[in-house]
């Protein structure tokens, strides 16, 4: 009877360690993969998805809150830059036309003091907003729109392709916030 109580614990050990390995590799390789798989920018996210792979990240990137019946693709690249494009009704993950509203971040240093620089070059268009933030545009281009709050190395740019949206989104107070 010894022999089979320290056989059975064995054995139930064994299998409890296999298990336990197996289910850790299986998930460790899934979130990683997922995470690059999201953050590829060639899969279009639920809101839910979109907010975990910015979590997965740890870092602080920007969008323009949730859209009715939107899917969102979220692109990192190298430099650490963040960009949420938002997909009507879900279609277009592939799409790589500029035809999407899209919210980037960058990390830049002195953001706001840059922003707000480059708002008295030639053809720039420089405001501050009723939140503080410093906001830049080309006058001959509004569809991209800059801006940056004072105390973060963060800049954010709006583009979106219908004249006049891009600043309407950066003068929405509170709109441009960080997933969360």
């Known amino acids: 009877i010894n022999k089979t109580i320290l056989v059975t614990v064995i054995l139930t050990a064994l299998i409890s360690s296999v298990a336990t390995f197996g289910l850790t590799y299986l998930f460790t390789n899934n979130s990683s993969s997922s995470t690059s798989t999201a953050t590829s920018g060639q899969v279009a996210l639920t809101e839910d998805e979109l907010k975990a792979a910015v979590i997965k990240l740890n870092t602080v990137v920007y969008w323009a809150g949730p859209l009715e019946n939107a899917k969102y693709t979220l692109t990192m690249n ?3 830059a963040a960009f949420i494009r938002y997909l009507p009704n879900g279609e277009g993950a592939n799409d790589t036309a500029k035809k999407y509203l899209t919210v980037a971040t960058y990390m830049v ?3 706001y003091d ?3 620089a480059a708002g008295n070059e030639q053809d720039g268009i420089g405001l ?9 545009y080309n006058k001959n281009s509004a569809s991209n729109v800059y801006m940056a709050y004072p105390g973060q190395d963060l800049q954010i740019e709006v583009f979106d392709p219908t004249p006049g949206r891009a600043l309407q989104l950066v003068n929405t107070t509170g709109l441009l916030k960080p997933v969360r």
Not at 128 to 136: H, I, P, Q, S
Request: aromatic content about 6%.
């Open 78 to 80: 190298e430099a650490g």
């Open 109 to 111: 240093n002195a953001a």
């Open 114 to 116: 840059a922003v707000k």
């Open 128 to 136: 501050t907003t009723a939140d503080g933030a410093a906001v830049y």
